[in-house]
């Protein structure tokens, strides 16, 4: 089944310091974006990412296989550029099939966890 | 009333380890759909999970009576098979009547409690 | 500004126990339906809610003046009857102007705070 | 390119007293608005403040630069008035372009934080 949105939107990110675990990448702070890309044609999208003062970095050039999903974590981007921690950004994605995306973030500053989610925005 | 949308998407999914109360299914981790059906005919859903590394899993199909909400826990799905804790997911519900979705993850894994939630993606 | 939908649904609801503070309103478990109603007219909305084993309740009646938000806590209401912590629930409101519904909760079981906030459906 | 919408509506908002490190703006209680103007115009946003027991607060004038992010921190608002800390209010985002608008408050009160986010609506 094909379905979904070709834009999406996260306006809110912020990658934490990793804290008190930052040796394990599931229990130290990080963003990710999940896709859904539930139709039967490879999903290539183009990420670009915006600041609040410098022009954007990208476009990260991602690629979901068909009936798969991703869990892109920002802080494992590195083509063009990493994306700095502790750092206001937001996220655009641009997929030739529809797909869609939705933010997570898990905050590990404190001794315990916060965790956060929302729907991206689609148009 | 007959409300909602006939597909749904999460395009998050994650089960984490349960935590330090793992006997109590309330206070240990774990997912859950929401669906509200509340028109006056019963919900036919067939949900289908999708995964980064493999064919999705599915079809489940779940039951909502009319004028009724059903929090699906997603470790309690068994047949066709179980959903394994800590993996990537996504999961796609298509539903025969208006229905809304929306998703709730509590993470024990800490000493205490984690909690996000979302609105599912609909068309 | 007249800003908004008519109908809104929350799929997710459940009033955890009040944890170690139940003589703090603020700092003890409850869920929040935040209802802007951004016109000039007063807002008169019906409430009814959900459940997984019984008929639905409702409909509770509730007012927005013009240009105000109510907080609404469902753990408020009375009539015409209240609603149980520890159950599943559903939420629909009908309102007779537009206004616009979040949904949070705040979770105190454990020692420290979990949160979760989601904007509602609408149609 | 040119994303999102001109409305913007969240009407979720409270900031918590500030917690136990009240000099440490990134960890201690506050809210957020993240804006995301991908376009190439500046966008020019007047912003109005509701509350559930007095006339709106507003408008506030902001700016985004084109292709830049703003993490507006509700807690910096200070022309024509500040926000009271404690107090339940909603807040409606009119831009001259095309914008995309997420929520997010970090709760301080308790040792450890709470994190919660949701998209705003639009129209």
């Known amino acids: 089944m094909s379905i979904g949105k070709h834009h999406w939107v996260i306006a809110e990110g912020f990658i934490p310091e990793k804290g008190p675990r930052p040796d394990d990448p599931k229990l130290s702070s990080h963003e990710t974006a999940c896709i859904l890309n539930a139709g039967d044609q490879q999903a290539s999208i183009e990420l670009t990412l915006y600041f609040s003062d410098r022009e954007p970095a990208g ?30 950004y937001a996220s655009v994605f641009v997929s030739d099939v529809p797909v869609v995306v939705q933010h997570t973030r898990l905050d590990a500053r404190a001794a315990d966890l916060a965790l956060m989610t929302s729907l991206a925005w689609s148009s």
Request: aromatic content about 6%; glycine content about 0%; proline content about 20%.
């Open 59 to 88: 476009p990260y050039r991602i690629m979901v296989p068909p009936r798969r999903t991703l869990h892109l974590r920002f802080d494992d981007l590195t083509d063009p550029e990493p994306l700095p921690r502790e750092t206001d």
